[in-house]
């Protein structure tokens, strides 16, 4: 079957869908999921929805993780990660998604006017 059924969550405001291509994720790999999502609590309110797609690779061994986050705002990003072992590959992904979060929240802060241009800083000085 090259499509198995995707699994979905929801913690509290964020939905999170996880889906395998010539591969199952199993119940082991979702609570180890969940445990690294924890780093993204602190953006529960901004982000609706957050989309995995786990590959395991057709010629050779190892999987691509992709990841598709919808900001409350409208933006979508979409981060990837190759990696030879699935749990390295969710560790690297989480660890990506964190710092996107950070940097698009930074974005829309400024657009907001919460926070000033570095040139705006160096003229008030």
């Keep these: 079957m090259p499509y198995p059924m995707a699994t979905s969550m929801a913690i509290e405001r964020m939905n999170i869908t996880v889906r395998g291509v010539r591969y199952n994720p199993s119940e082991e790999t979702q609570k180890f999921l969940d445990k690294k999502l924890t780093k993204l609590d602190f953006a529960k309110d901004y982000l609706h929805d957050l989309e995995f797609v786990m590959t395991r690779e057709k010629i050779g061994q190892g999987y691509h993780i992709d990841a598709?986050?919808?900001?409350?705002?409208?933006?979508?990003?979409?981060?990837?990660?190759d990696c030879y072992e699935l749990y390295e590959g969710i560790e690297n992904i989480v660890d990506k998604l964190v710092i996107t979060v950070k940097r698009e929240k930074g974005r829309v802060k400024g657009k907001k006017g919460e926070r000033l241009p570095m040139e705006e800083l160096a003229t008030q000085a």
């Design 68 to 81: 598709k986050m919808h900001f409350s705002w409208g933006t979508v990003k979409i981060i990837g990660v």
